[in-house]
T-cell receptor, first 114, second 111 residues
Framework: NAGVTQTPKFQVLKTGQSMTLQCAQD?????MSWYRQDPGMGLRLIHY???????DQGEVPNGYNVSRSTTEDFPLRLLSAAPSQTSVYFC?????????????FGSGTQLSVL | GQQVMQIPQYQHVQEGEDFTTYCNSS?????IQWYKQRPGGHPVFLIQ?????EVKKQKRLTFQFGEAKKNSSLHITATQTTDVGTYFC???????????FGRGTSLIVHP
């Protein structure tokens, strides 16, 4: 099993450009989510999904879109990149257990917006 | 909304000293998880606590969940350089599988 795979690992964008961060998991997890990590701010939830066709907003959703057409994939789209979106992005997945299940994280994407 | 506060933000220790990070929630939690992130890496799950007053040990790491299920701590005995990283707590409320993360405590171990 590859676990949670994120691509690309690094990306530099110009302000106003759009791009998609890819996330795929091969563990048949129902729950998938996207976090951004900024220095001193911990992990902040952007969007999440509890199953194919179902998505919802997290704490910091503005400027990002997601979709979940399959169980395996959960791409994150930046519509018009801004310098404030410079961050490290992590995708995570887990089973949808009653008491909560451990999250498996991808290796992250370091994004710089100039 | 639910908030999870974690202190301290940073902790410098000499190798061999003990280390503790504390997590406090504004609401009662159903369970709490702990993760470790090595420098340049991604968070990795360490443990989940579910029961009031629960204490779990993993070698030199001791995890506690408060009686009121609103606070938790991670204690490392006799730190080693391999313990370097950021430790996050993540709290879940009843029926939710969406954990709220604390801001993390970065542990720096000086040899």
């Amino acid at each position: 099993n590859a676990g949670v795979t994120q691509t690309p690992k690094f990306q530099v964008l110009k302000t106003g450009q759009s791009m998609t961060l890819q996330c795929a998991q091969d563990m048949n997890h129902e729950y998938m989510s996207w976090y951004r990590q900024d220095p001193g701010m911990g992990l902040r939830l952007i969007h999440y999904s509890v199953g194919a066709g179902i998505t919802d907003q997290g704490e910091v959703p503005n400027g990002y879109n997601v979709s979940r057409s399959t169980t395996e994939d959960f791409p994150l789209r930046l519509l018009s990149a801004a310098p404030s979106q410079t961050s490290v992005y992590f995708c995570a997945s887990s089973y949808k257990g009653f008491l909560g299940e451990k999250l498996f994280f991808g290796s992250g994407t370091q994004l710089s917006v100039l | 909304g639910q908030q999870v506060m974690q202190i301290p933000q940073y902790q410098h220790v000499q190798e061999g000293e003990d280390f503790t990070t504390y997590c406090n929630s504004s609401t009662t939690l159903s369970n709490i998880q702990w993760y470790k992130q090595r420098p340049g890496g991604h968070p990795v799950f360490l443990i989940q606590l579910v029961k009031s007053g629960e204490v779990k040990k993993q070698k030199r790491l001791t995890f506690q969940f408060g009686e009121a299920k609103k606070n938790s701590s991670l204690h490392i005995t006799a730190t080693q350089t391999t313990d370097v990283g950021t430790y996050f707590c993540a709290g879940l409320t009843g029926g939710s599988y969406i954990p709220t993360f604390g801001r993390g405590t970065s542990l720096i171990v000086h040899p």
